[in-house]
């Protein structure tokens, strides 16, 4: 943290010590001289040296919390998309309609847990970057759950192609379906395969860059503008 006043610091004891002299009392009138003496001149370099010490140390341990902070952080979101996305591929894969429920209560789990991502990206991470991927992320989640329960209710394919175009983020994925899988899948399902395909790179994406970021510095976060999803966004 920047202190921006220097009566901000909390100045180590010796510092205190030092204030409560009256050393109008002890100096000699000879200040030059004083000050000359080696023995003076050494105990002020070790007690400086000592609260300059003091100082970083605590630079140092503030740092490490706030880098301990940011790896849990990344973490438990990581864990969060991880078990929905991995929901989403055994529904998407396997045509497993019955895990459709699973699916919601941990769509659920991510969506009321939007608030404090934003607030602790900003804090922790220092970054928009991170909440804004993570609150396209779990709404496009949320499209592929509705899209797949209205296919399993009314089965009808031309009317989950026009829902899959309509909310997807990015159309051009469907055009090159061969780059996210190679797997046989009927329509609509090759291409809910190749939807989850792109979110799972994206979620694998943004948790990566943010947790290196974390291990690296603590410092802020960013995600290079060719990366991020919330900057093609049409439905954030």
Not at 47 to 73: H, M, P, T, Y
Not at 198 to 227: E, T, V
């Amino acid at each position: 943290m920047l202190v921006k006043n220097k009566m901000d610091f909390d100045y180590p004891n010796i510092f205190h010590f030092f204030y409560e002299i009256d050393w109008r009392a002890i100096l000699p009138k000879n200040w030059y001289a004083f000050f000359d003496n080696k023995s003076v001149a050494g105990l002020i370099q070790v007690f400086v040296g000592a609260g300059l010490l003091g100082k970083l140390s605590q630079v140092r341990d503030e740092k490490k919390a706030r880098q301990d902070e940011a790896i849990k952080f990344v973490e438990e979101i990581a864990d969060l998309l991880n078990s929905a996305l991995t929901q989403l591929f055994i529904i998407v894969k396997g045509k497993k309609y019955e895990n459709l429920p699973q699916l919601d209560e941990l769509t659920g789990i991510l969506f009321k847990k939007r608030m404090s991502v934003r607030v602790r990206s900003k804090a922790i991470l220092k970054s928009d970057d991170f909440w804004k991927e993570y609150d396209v992320l779990i709404r496009q989640i949320v499209y592929c759950h509705s899209i797949i329960d209205n296919f399993y209710k009314h089965n009808d394919v031309k009317i989950t192609k026009e829902e899959i175009r309509e909310k997807i983020i990015n159309l051009s994925i469907l055009e090159k379906t061969d780059q996210f899988t190679s797997m046989e899948l009927e329509i609509p399902w090759k291409e809910l395969l190749v939807w989850s395909e792109y979110l799972w790179q994206g979620s694998d994406r943004l948790l990566s860059l943010s947790l290196k970021s974390a291990i690296r510095s603590g410092g802020s976060f960013h995600i290079p503008a060719n990366k991020r999803m919330h900057s093609d966004a049409r439905h954030t």
